[in-house]
């Protein structure tokens, strides 16, 4: 066993490796690293221009680290990989593009202003983070002089795209990769703790999400999330609602999303590209 010094300098030294490593990923696309101050929070994006009056497409990253086994929080919910950047990284469509952390991602312990444990475990999804979101996408729409939003949330992140599309009049489609959006339901399969102060996408955004083009993408070796975190969402939609449920054999949490990732969304950015009517 390691002395209780080694220990601690071997978890710091892995904070410090997950801190540097989303920077890294965009400085190596040439994507700018920016901390934006929305709604109380600090949060770190990274974007890469496109021509004004475009769809701006927003990649929201996913829970991270939010705890270190069963029962204790992790004191820096950044993610040890940001799947969420990667993809938006890996998407080819012009356009716009940009990613947006989480409140207490990448941003501890310097510009971690309101960083509580619970931002990360019970309140992930509260309405506080909702609202520094919904301010940062502000700020970038305005920024880049954006037409639309199209908001791609990744685990956790994409319950937070389904909560921001139902309280937003500018978004033009919603897509989520092995998400949690029946919050309730995904608790009780998972026997989990109760996000309690944590809005649930299925009860507060999917009635007010009838009209907008979703698609909402699963894996069926996916043991954290998979097809039962998002059915009892789809169950929740008006049945007008032009959604569908993708539920890719093989697909896990995290495999093989990058690989796959322009081919699975291609029909939806042609769907999403046709003149509304």
Not at 210 to 228: C, E, I, K, S, Y
Request: overall charge positive.
């Amino acid at each position: 066993m390691l002395p209780r010094a080694c220990l601690l300098l071997a978890l710091l030294a892995g904070c410090a490796d997950r801190l540097a490593h989303g920077p890294a990923l965009a400085a190596a696309a040439g994507w700018p690293w920016r901390i934006i101050q929305a709604g109380g929070f600090s949060l770190a994006s990274a974007s890469r221009p496109g021509p004004p009056g475009a769809m701006l497409t927003v990649f929201l990253e996913g829970d991270g680290l939010a705890y270190v086994n069963r029962t204790q929080p992790a004191q820096d919910p950044t993610p040890t990989e940001p799947m969420a950047l990667r993809l938006a990284l890996t998407h080819q469509a012009p356009g716009p593009l940009a990613w947006l952390g989480r409140p207490c991602q990448y941003t501890l312990p310097q510009q971690g202003q309101g960083c509580s444990p619970a931002l990360w475990t019970s309140r992930r999804y509260a309405p506080e983070v909702v609202a520094s979101l919904g301010a940062a996408l502000d700020a970038m729409k305005a920024a880049t002089g954006a037409s639309g939003l199209l908001l791609v949330g990744y685990s956790g992140g994409g319950a937070l795209a389904a909560l921001l599309a139902a309280g937003r009049t500018d978004v033009l489609g919603l897509i989520t990769v092995a998400a949690n959006l029946d919050l309730a339901g995904w608790v009780a399969q998972k026997d989990l703790a109760p996000l309690v102060g944590s809005q649930d996408p299925a009860l507060a955004a999917a009635p007010r999400l009838g009209r907008l083009p979703q698609w909402h993408f699963t894996g069926t070796a996916d043991r954290v999330t998979g097809a039962g975190a998002v059915q009892g969402f789809i169950r929740r939609l008006p049945p007008e609602a032009p959604a569908q449920l993708i539920d890719l054999p093989g697909f896990d949490h995290e495999c093989c999303w990058l690989n796959d990732w322009n081919r699975l969304v291609r029909p939806a950015l042609a769907a999403l590209a046709q003149p509304q009517r």
